[in-house]
């Protein structure tokens, strides 16, 4: 159970370009709301550059929701007919669903157990709001995980692996930098 000291009368504004932000090639990451703020989800700015594909993965405990607020991502969120390891990008759903191109006021809701994806295709930035409950797992997450992308050379996937596993992410297809 969270033991949050926040005054209930008092809310919270992090106006733009605020909160603590984490900066690797990959990714970069800017933590507006966390678990010392609310019980009920961490909520994250993210750019995706050009290139970055987090690779599909599920959740068996995380809900999560994505905005995108810049440019264009491709987005995955539902069970495939059949779960390719190479590549998320042609699955399609047992109704017919595909991966969209998602453009700026697109949203995708992932409940607890549904295979999710998010890439960035074009030769520029996307900018999108990624909230994960609960928190704070993600948020402990990113830390570690941009801490390993932050190394020069292409990521170590198998420290990626292990990290993943940590926190309830099991690794469908491979995640993916232009550097790897």
């Not at 960035?120 to 830390?143: C, G, I, V, W």
Request: aromatic content about 8%.
């Amino acid at each position: 159970m969270s033991t949050l000291t926040v005054n209930a009368l008092e809310g919270l504004v992090v106006p733009p370009g605020e909160g603590r932000t984490l900066v690797t090639t990959a990714q970069a990451v800017t933590f507006k709301v966390t678990g010392e703020r609310s019980t009920a989800g961490s909520l994250f700015e993210v750019v995706v550059p050009p290139g970055f594909d987090v690779g599909a993965h599920v959740h068996a405990n995380s809900e999560e929701l994505f905005y995108v607020v810049e440019g264009e991502l491709d987005l995955l969120a539902f069970e495939p007919r059949v779960r390719t390891p190479d590549s998320w990008r042609t699955w399609e759903s047992s109704s017919g669903m595909r991966p969209v191109r998602a453009t700026p006021g697109t949203v995708a809701h992932v409940p607890p157990g549904c295979p999710h994806a998010f890439a960035n295709p074009t030769d520029k930035e996307a900018r999108m709001l990624f909230q994960a409950s609960p928190p704070p797992a993600h948020e402990r997450y990113f830390e570690e995980l941009l801490e390993i992308l932050s190394c020069d050379g292409p990521p170590d996937m198998a420290a990626i692996a292990e990290l993943r596993a940590c926190y309830d992410i099991h690794q469908l297809t491979p995640l993916r930098t232009r550097h790897g």
